[in-house]
Nanobody, 115 residues
Framework: QVQLVESGGGLVQPGGSLRLSCVASGSAFSPYAMGWYRQAPEKQRELVAVITPGGTTNYADSVKGRFTISRDNAKNTVYLQMNSLKPEDTAVYLC?????????WGQGTQVTVSS
């Protein structure tokens, strides 16, 4: 069993930056693929970024060049650095951890991009 707790969301102006964190507990962290989805009102949940246990990353086209996912296995933490934020990035951002067929989810953190 893995518990995930996100933090770092908030209100930011267009063009601004935020860094989300997701701390995992309850199980060994390093074997899990980690990532972030986002859920905006009246839109489908969208995969934003993923990082494998070996550090390979992948991003949605909509965030490439602006967002960076990273992990610190010593701190059981995955990060999402978000730069050049746009109003369309507004959503609840959810952290997940996946090992084989099992996926764990955090509760989410709200990101609002507005002037």
């Amino acid at each position: 069993q893995v518990q995930l707790v996100e933090s770092g969301g908030g209100l930011v102006q267009p063009g601004g930056s935020l860094r989300l964190s997701c701390v995992a507990s309850g199980s060994a962290f390093s074997p899990y693929a980690m990532g972030w989805y986002r859920q905006a009102p009246e839109k489908q949940r969208e995969l934003v970024a993923v990082i494998t246990p070996g550090g390979t990353t992948n991003y949605a086209d909509s965030v490439k060049g602006r967002f960076t996912i990273s992990r610190d296995n010593a701190k059981n933490t995955v990060y999402l650095q978000m730069n050049s934020l746009k109003p369309e990035d507004t959503a609840v951002y959810l952290c997940y951890a996946r090992l084989y067929a099992t996926t764990y989810w955090g509760q989410g953190t709200q990101v609002t991009v507005s002037s």
